[in-house]
């Protein structure tokens, strides 16, 4: 067994063509290398995300590569902006409709906690209305801190309980 | 200052001697009271027609609380033919705080006046379409009138959005007002802790 029971290890001398690990670390590897964005875009902090899905930086190296515009197709909703009061239901609403397992990633200080918009109008952080897995400083971030931010949720991701999670959720008579 | 500018709002005064108040200069800048806001509609249309102010710069508002009339609508217009600028400042009273429209002088005020009903609740008479632009159908507060707090004030309306205030707590983001100088009143000037 590996010494981190949540990683796979695959040893070729002792185990040859068989792999020997755990449901739950298996599927997280699933889960944590292919997760696909939903890019909630609402101010210059969609700009950053958008250069940390180029060339340069190359959010693909983390699976994550596969950004996409319907909420159906899409495991991690990255709220790249300032959240208005306005639009805070309809970011809700996009969160409602992408499928389980979902994860959330607050990029910049507008989306973490208002930034700088003490205002009637901004919401005082997107956590107001949705579960924020990973909060990333600065305004806006540097791409590399949200691919740091990526990797911490994959790290997270990964030590999430799949199975479990999955025979807890409420049976429908 | 372009004498253009000088003759156009005499012009425009002999035409109005009832509506508009005198013109100051400040600043190279020429500024006309209308004295009766009913008529602006007939002045607007004039100023376009026969003085070649084509272009509506921009319409805003003043809020002058606690004075009487409250508010100001400021009309910013300019004409490419002559190349000279002219504002001119209508005054609102808080009681009926209804002014015509001036969309029918040029389209681009619809937008505007629809941003000064969302932000100062000024009805225009005679517009098109006046709702709200910014904040949500059916807020019940008019933000940027002065007796509004900054922080903003909790609302709730299902299935559209709810607002809460924002936590000020003599923060960074608060300037003092009647502070002894700007250095001092200024955001950056202060500690979080302060």
Redesign the interface.
């Known amino acids: 067994m590996p010494e981190n029971p949540t990683e796979i290890g695959y040893n070729t001398k002792i185990e040859g063509d068989v792999i020997v690990t755990r449901a739950d670390a298996v599927l997280n590897w699933f889960r944590k290398n292919s997760l696909w964005p939903m890019p909630m875009g609402l101010a210059c902090c969609a700009i950053e995300l958008m250069a940390a899905g180029s060339s340069r930086f190359d959010i693909s190296r983390f699976g994550s590569e596969v950004m996409r515009f319907s909420p159906r197709q899409s495991d991690l909703m990255i709220v790249a902006g300032t959240v208005t009061?306005?639009m805070?239901?309809a970011v809700k609403r996009i969160y409602d409709q992408m499928a389980e397992p979902k994860w959330v990633i607050a990029m910049g200080a507008c989306a973490s906690t208002?930034g700088?918009?003490?205002?009637?109008?901004?919401m005082?952080g997107v956590d107001?209305i949705l579960p924020v897995d990973v909060y990333v400083a600065g305004c806006p971030p540097r791409p590399e801190a949200l691919l740091d931010a990526l990797m911490k949720l994959q790290t997270k991701v990964g030590k999430e309980p799949v199975i479990r999670t999955q025979k807890a959720l409420p049976v429908e008579a | 200052m372009s004498t253009t500018a000088k003759r156009l709002a005499q012009k425009l005064k002999k035409a109005f001697s009832t509506a508009l108040g005198s013109v100051s200069e400040f600043r190279d800048e020429l500024t006309l009271i209308v004295t009766d806001p009913a008529q602006i509609k007939d002045v607007c249309q004039y100023a376009k027609t026969e003085l070649g102010f084509d272009y509506l710069v921009d319409v805003s508002s003043v809020d002058n609380y606690g004075e009487d009339p409250r508010f100001e609508v400021v009309y910013e217009m300019y004409g490419y033919e002559h190349q000279a600028h002219l504002r001119l400042v209508a005054t609102v009273s808080e009681e009926s705080a209804v002014i015509p429209s001036v969309t029918s002088v040029w389209k681009t005020a619809d937008w505007h006046e629809r941003e000064i009903y969302d932000m100062m609740g000024i009805s225009f008479e005679g517009h098109p379409d006046l709702r709200r632009i910014l904040m949500w159908e059916g807020y019940p507060y008019f933000p940027l009138r002065k007796d509004f707090p900054l922080a903003g004030k909790a609302t709730e309306l299902p299935e559209v959005a709810f607002s809460k205030p924002a936590p000020l707590e003599g923060g960074p983001f608060v300037t003092t007002a009647g502070s002894e100088d700007r250095q001092r009143g200024e955001p950056r000037s202060k500690s979080v802790s302060s």
């Open positions: 009061y306005k805070g239901l208002g700088m918009y003490r205002s009637y109008a901004v005082q107001n």
